[in-house]
């Protein structure tokens, strides 16, 4: 019987178990460690048959129809935010967006060195944002300047998902800032970014508190020790 | 179509999608929408319900990305699992269905991908997969291609083959751990080919 219920992983993988079956197996593999690696492996290989069925571009409103059905429900994990205390003026002063795209335009080739970057470094980091993201009892804070939004641990580790931030413009990079009660004046660094195109997902180095403020600058390559620009990103306070 | 993500990983696009992030899943959807519909159209047969089948998985995908675990598995194949269940349960409530699941439609497989570079890599890995499922012994590329790209469950099968459903489990389970090792070896294979031809 043993034997029988391990067997049934091919199937599982495969989709050809019967109802039934299909229950008792996944009753099973809650609690079969064994049965749980050999699926993981077993789907590699039906993805591999996946690619091989490979056929015809659908029709372009597939695309539309699916982003339709996500903008028409609320997503899963987002906790609304809920103001705290009014925005901190200094923040609300950023610079837009716009400014900084203006600024990116036509220098975002300089990046390219950017790109030589540790390459598994860079995993690294982006497993560790990763991680922030899917814990469910991380919160989701919303940003009073930029495009995106922070996400914070119980333990304070945050991460910055952001749109619209072009590669920084030569000679120039990004610097994040954990802000203790909004204060630009003490701002602590928590790391730099080069920027890409498209989206940023960037782990704050430091612990982020109530009432924290993190927001985003653009400094001298090498970075500073204090903010010398206007937030072009900023969230509201944690 | 402008690739907004290249940076970012599959996976770190599902965590993104996890927190509501919708361009998240647009790209994911840029990157695995061709195949998942590929897929859905093998086992359906059908255009619109193709869609439908990928349209429901990719909602799966927005809605459970919370639950996806990337030691478990990488991203692109968790969302085309969730796209063969789809297929495999609509086409299991279809009556009209599965007219002959094995036939092989060179049309289907001549359209040109969106890039050179992704129409090499397709024609590549369905060649690899191809040249491994040739390698196993007839019984086995049976079970497996009737039921992952025809639908069918294993009873079905050992009704339609007219055998005990013992041997189709066996055979199910046989020839997928020897395609996964046929897999693994030409993978190997393909990973050394760049240091003899550079």
């Known amino acids: 019987m043993e034997a029988g219920i391990h067997q049934l992983t091919a199937g599982y993988a495969l989709d050809a178990l019967d109802a039934d079956e299909r229950r008792a197996f996944e009753a099973h593999l809650s609690s079969c460690e064994h049965c749980q690696e050999e699926l993981a492996s077993f789907w590699e290989t039906t993805a591999a048959l996946a690619v091989a069925a490979s056929g015809p571009e659908p029709s372009a409103d597939l695309r539309e129809r699916i982003l339709a059905d996500v903008r028409a429900e609320p997503p899963q994990n987002v906790v609304p935010f809920e103001p705290r205390r009014r925005a901190v003026p200094v923040l609300a002063a950023a610079a837009s967006i716009a400014a900084v795209v203006a600024l990116g335009i036509g220098l975002w080739a300089s990046s390219l060195s950017s790109e030589l970057d540790d390459a598994r470094a860079a995993l690294e980091r982006e497993r560790a944002a990763a991680a922030v993201l899917v814990d469910p009892s991380a919160r989701t804070v919303s940003l009073q300047a930029g495009e995106g939004q922070l996400v914070v641990s119980q333990r304070g580790e945050a991460v910055l998902v952001l749109h619209g931030v072009n590669p920084a413009p030569a000679g120039k990079t990004y610097e994040m800032w954990i802000v203790p009660g909004g204060d630009i004046a003490s701002a602590n660094r928590a790391g730099l970014f080069s920027g890409h195109e498209g989206a940023e997902l960037e782990r704050l180095d430091g612990t982020v508190r109530a009432g924290d403020v993190v927001a985003v600058t653009i400094e001298q390559a090498g970075g500073v020790d204090a903010p010398t620009t206007s937030p072009i990103v900023a969230s509201n306070p944690v | 179509m402008r690739k907004q993500h290249t940076h970012l990983s599959d996976e770190a696009l599902v965590a993104m999608v996890a927190r509501g992030d919708e361009p998240a899943l647009a790209e994911l959807y840029d990157r695995v929408g061709r195949t998942a519909y590929g897929l ?77 570079e992704e129409a090499a890599w397709l024609r590549f890995e369905r060649e690899r997969v191809q040249s491994a499922l040739k390698l196993l012994p007839d019984v086995q590329r049976e079970a497996i291609e009737l039921a992952y790209y025809g639908g069918f469950s294993q009873s079905e099968l050992a009704d339609r083959l007219g055998v005990p459903l013992g041997t189709v489990k066996s055979r199910m389970f046989a020839g997928l751990a020897r395609l996964r090792e046929l897999l693994d070896d030409s993978a190997q294979e393909g990973s050394w080919k760049p240091e003899f031809t550079s």
């Open chain 2, 40 to 116: 859905a159209l093998r086992v359906l047969r059908d255009e619109r319900h193709a869609e439908d089948a990928v349209q429901e998985a990719f909602l799966a995908v927005w809605r459970t990305a919370a639950s996806f675990r990337a030691e478990r598995a990488k991203a692109s194949t968790w969302i085309l699992t969730l796209v063969h269940r789809r297929a495999v349960d609509l086409v299991r409530r279809e009556e009209r269905r599965r007219a002959e699941p094995l036939a092989d439609d060179p049309a289907v497989h001549e359209s040109e991908a969106s890039g050179p």
